[in-house]
């Protein structure tokens, strides 16, 4: 699956946080009926799940998006992307460094990393990376490390790569149009779209949404 401006317009980053005892299988799905355009499955919070439960899980929703035609990604764990064969990885500033990713998953994997300045997005750009999730661009309780990114320097990290740069962090339907002529392709969420009760409803808005504000 190719990483493209167009795939990364709603990128759903996964939380079981949010359920309330709801399956996320199911959960991705209805935001995949909803039009989400992108899946991260992302599981640092939840010590409780073993790696072969990780595995099925990952294993499963790679089904799921593959049927949408909707790339899928895993957050962090490399081995475990390599190992359910999904579409790639998204990194972190403190996780494996971008460039030894991106020579473990050769060439044909899709290759996200998180930057917050323009000096990370570069470095990231130049060591292989597909896209960049820079953030957080709004205040966030999704994320206990986050630091928040100003418009200012969202817009200069467009400017200086060549690669789609996506923002992320306390994103909602609400406040996406002050992002508007920042030079994103796109936008991730968390509890925008998985802690909402209708959650096919929620991303269907919030695309709707997210194109008014790009001008899509």
């Known amino acids: 699956m190719n990483c493209t401006k167009e795939s990364l317009l709603l990128y759903l980053v996964t939380d079981r946080h949010w359920l309330a005892g709801r399956k996320l299988y199911d959960e991705v799905k209805k935001a995949l009926d909803g039009g989400v355009t992108f899946v991260q499955v992302r599981e640092k919070e939840d010590m409780s799940l073993s790696h072969e439960d990780y595995l099925r899980e990952a294993l499963a929703l790679r089904e799921l998006c593959a049927k949408y035609h909707v790339p899928f990604v895993v957050d962090d764990d490399v081995d475990l992307a390599l190992e359910c064969g999904c579409d790639g990885v998204h990194v972190g500033q403190t996780d494996m460094q971008a460039g030894r990713v991106r020579e473990k998953i050769g060439s044909d994997k899709i290759l996200g ?80 779209i998985m802690a909402q009760k209708d959650v096919q409803a929620a991303a269907r808005d919030l695309k709707t949404r997210t194109r008014e504000a790009l001008g899509l």
């Open 113 to 192: 990393v998180s930057a917050q300045t323009v000096e990370e997005a570069l470095l990231a750009e130049r060591q292989g990376a597909d896209y960049l999730g820079v953030g957080a661009v709004f205040p966030t309780g999704s994320k206990s490390d986050a630091s928040e990114v100003s418009h200012e320097t969202l817009r200069a990290i467009c400017e200086a790569v060549s690669i789609p740069v996506i923002a992320i962090g306390g994103i909602t339907g609400e406040n996406v149009h002050e992002l508007a002529g920042t030079g994103i392709c796109g936008i991730a969420v968390i509890s925008a």
